[in-house]
């Protein structure tokens, strides 16, 4: 029961986070934050791994997962630069590609 509690106020404390946060960037962005989920998604490429990712300053983006993100789980505290754009519908909210320089920031991942 308190893991759960816990993960419950984890959860509103970064929802508090992402509503104050500031809005997604564009361009070329560093991005330093926490995984929330990873999914798989099948594209004409075959199956991609995707990834949330909230970011320090509140905004979250989605994108593919790279390689050297394998040990990452959710929760994993991660960075990597990308381009982003920002979406349509959710100022806050963005997608990011080609990740590079990406690396887990997590002791217990390394």
């Known amino acids: 029961k308190y893991a759960q509690e816990k993960q419950e106020s984890e959860r ?3 929802d508090a986070a992402h509503e104050a946060g500031e809005d997604a960037p564009e361009g070329r962005v560093v991005i ?7 999914k798989w998604q099948s594209s004409h490429f075959g199956d991609v791994l995707k990834m949330l990712v909230q970011d320090d300053r509140g905004f979250r983006v989605w994108g593919s997962a790279p390689k050297s993100l394998d040990d990452a789980e959710r929760e994993s505290r991660i960075t990597f630069t990308a381009p982003v754009t920002a979406s ?4 806050k ?8 320089k990406a690396e887990c920031l997590d002791e217990k991942a390394a």
């Open 12 to 14: 509103e404390k970064r």
């Open 32 to 38: 330093t934050g926490t995984v929330l989920a990873f």
């Open 88 to 91: 349509d519908k959710d100022a």
């Open 93 to 100: 909210f963005g997608f990011f590609k080609r990740p590079t």
